[in-house]
C-alpha cells in the first residue's frame, strides 16, 4: 500500500508542517489525509477523531493523534516530513558535535579525535589547512574510522533517522515539490533498512558513506565554530523508488 501511494498526486497544502498537520485535522475532506490514515492501517469507517499537532526540535516533526469508535485508548503516531524541491537534492538528517555523537555511539577516543580533525574542531600543528580528508589518514586509521561505523550501522543510522525518546520517529513522509507535488509516507523501519543498505566507504573526496547516507563536514556558517560540526545527509527522493 505504501508503494502504491509514492505516485499520488497532490493539490495543494504542503507548503509547512503546519500544513501537513491541517490535513490531518481535516481528514474527513481531505483526501490525502484519508490516503495516509489507511496507510498507517485503518479504516476511515472506524476512526472517530483525528488530531494533529506540529512538535519542535525532534526528529519528528509532527504527532497524530487517532481515536477509534470503538477504543477510549487515543493512538499516537509520530511524523517525520522530508520537504524536497528537487529530486536530487540532498537533505540534512542530523547534527551535532562530535563529543555528541561520541556519548551517544559510545566512539573511541581515537576515532573521535580523527572526526575532529576531519571537521576541522582540531587542528594539527604539522599541516597548514584548517581541516582533514578522511582519505589524508594513514591507512591504519583510515580502517579504524571504517571498522566503526561498519560495526555500529544500523545503531547510527537508526539514530540518525528515527531518533531516541518520547517522539521518536515511527512514519517518514517525503512531499516532492517539482511541477506537480507527490508524496510518499513510508514505516521508519523500512526506511532505514533502505538507507542501511550498501558498504561503509571512504569517498573520493575524502568524505564518508553509510550505506546510503553519507557524512560530511557542516561547512558554511560564515566561519563560524558551527561549521566544524558532523552531519550526516540523505536523497529522500529515493524513496519514491522502493
Not at 498507517?40 to 516533526?61: F, P
Not at 580533525?117 to 578522511?134: A, F, P, Q, V, W
Not at 531518533?163 to 506537480?180: A, D, P
Request: with cysteine.
Amino acid at each position: 500500500m505504501t508503494k502504491k501511494s509514492g505516485s499520488q498526486i497532490a493539490k495543494e497544502g504542503f507548503q509547512s508542517e503546519r500544513d501537513i498537520a491541517h490535513k490531518f485535522n481535516n481528514w474527513k475532506d481531505d483526501e490525502d489525509s484519508r490516503q495516509w490514515l489507511e496507510i498507517m492501517g485503518y479504516k476511515l469507517d472506524e476512526i472517530k477523531s483525528v488530531k494533529s499537532l506540529t512538535i519542535r526540535n525532534n526528529k519528528t516533526d509532527i504527532q497524530v493523534q487517532i481515536l477509534k469508535k470503538d477504543s477510549e485508548h487515543i493512538d499516537a503516531h509520530n511524523i517525520q516530513v522530508k520537504s524536497l524541491s528537487n529530486s536530487r537534492g540532498f537533505n540534512q538528517i542530523d547534527k551535532r558535535w562530535i563529543d555528541t555523537y561520541q556519548k551517544m555511539w559510545k566512539m573511541p577516543d581515537n576515532i573521535a579525535k580523527l572526526l575532529k580533525y576531519y571537521t576541522g574542531e582540531l587542528k594539527r600543528s604539522d599541516i597548514e589547512k584548517n581541516r582533514m580528508y578522511l582519505n589524508e589518514f594513514s591507512s591504519q586509521q583510515q580502517e579504524d574510522i571504517l571498522n566503526f561505523f561498519k560495526d555500529n550501522k544500523i545503531w547510527i543510522i537508526c539514530d540518525l533517522l528515527r531518533g531516541r525518546g518520547s517522539y521518536t520517529t515511527e512514519w517518514i513522509l517525503v512531499v516532492q515539490k517539482t511541477g506537480k507535488t507527490r508524496w510518499i509516507l513510508q514505516p521508519v523501519n523500512k526506511v532505514i533498512n533502505y538507507y542501511s543498505e550498501g558498504e561503509v566507504f571512504i569517498t573520493p573526496k575524502g568524505n564518508l558513506k553509510i550505506g546510503k547516507v553519507s557524512m560530511q563536514r557542516k561547512g558554511g556558517d560564515k566561519g563560524k565554530k558551527s561549521a566544524n560540526m558532523l552531519q550526516f545527509k540523505i536523497n529522500p527522493a529515493k524513496l519514491f523508488e522502493i
